[in-house]
C-alpha cells in the first residue's frame, strides 16, 4: 500500500475544507507529506482546533464561510482540495455554490483530475 506522498507526489500546497474537525485529518496529513509541503485547513470557525504554537510549521488554519467568495490571496492556488463532512450545511440541497467556490481555490496551472465520491442516505 502506498503512503499518502507517494500517492500524491511533491504536491507544495493542500487545503482541507469542512463543516468540524478540520485540523484532525489535516494534522493526520502533516505526518506523512514532505515538511515543504503547504497544509492550510479553512473552516467557519477555529473554536475546536488547536492554538497556532501546537500545529506543524508547515500547517496555517483560517476561517471562510464556503457560501462566500474565497479570499483573493487563496484564489487557483491549491493542488488538492479535500472536502469532508459538508453535506449537512448544503443549502436548499443545491451543492452547486459550494462546488463553485471550492473549485476556484484549484491550482489552474496543476490541477489533477476532480475525484468525488457520492454517498446517498436513505
Not at 492554538?51 to 493542488?79: C, G, K, Q, Y
Not at 472536502?83 to 463553485?100: E, F, M, Q, S, Y
Amino acid at each position: 500500500m502506498q503512503t499518502l506522498q507517494q500517492e500524491i507526489g511533491e504536491f507544495p500546497t493542500l487545503l482541507y475544507s469542512t463543516a468540524n474537525l478540520l485540523s484532525i485529518w489535516l494534522l493526520d496529513v502533516a505526518r506523512e507529506v514532505s515538511e515543504a509541503a503547504r497544509l492550510d485547513g479553512f473552516d467557519i470557525s477555529l473554536d475546536q482546533c488547536p492554538p497556532s504554537p501546537w500545529l506543524p510549521a508547515n500547517m496555517h488554519l483560517h476561517t471562510w464561510n464556503i457560501f462566500e467568495e474565497p479570499p483573493e490571496e487563496f484564489r487557483e492556488v491549491f493542488d488538492i482540495v479535500h472536502i469532508r463532512l459538508i453535506t449537512v450545511a448544503i443549502k436548499d440541497n443545491d451543492p452547486r455554490p459550494v462546488l463553485a467556490n471550492l473549485r476556484k481555490l484549484l491550482s489552474k496551472s496543476n490541477t489533477p483530475p476532480l475525484q468525488s465520491t457520492l454517498v446517498q442516505s436513505n
